[in-house]
Nanobody, 117 residues
């Protein structure tokens, strides 16, 4: 069982920045991918960004150029740097990890991000 512990989030003004962190209880190299999803009220959960075991990244079109996903392999931690925040970025952000063979899906508890003036 993989446990994911999230930190960061909170409130920011439009144009501001926040950083999310997600620490996994296992080595990053025992996973297939780690990433971030978000869910706004009344909306479906959507992919924000992910990073593969090999280091490749993928972003939702809505965050390209503003958000950056990165990792610290030694700490088994993934980060989401969010810049130029917009009100539409307001959502609960969830850390996700997929097991090495793609059969298992793990989720963090979620952290609220609110962007408003």
């Amino acid at each position: 069982q993989v446990q994911l512990v999230e930190s960061g989030g909170g409130s920011a003004q439009p144009g501001g920045s926040l950083r999310l962190s997600c620490a996994a209880s296992v080595s990053f190299f025992s996973l297939n991918t780690m990433g971030w999803y978000r869910q706004a009220p009344g909306e479906q959960r959507e992919l924000v960004a992910l990073i593969t075991r090999g280091g490749s990244t993928n972003y939702a079109d809505s965050v390209k150029g503003r958000f950056t996903i990165s990792r610290d392999v030694a700490k088994n931690t993934v980060y989401l740097q969010m810049n130029s925040l917009k009100p539409e970025d307001t959502a609960v952000y969830y850390c996700n990890a997929v097991g090495r063979y793609g059969l298992d899906d793990y989720w963090g508890q979620g952290t609220q991000v609110t962007v408003s003036s």
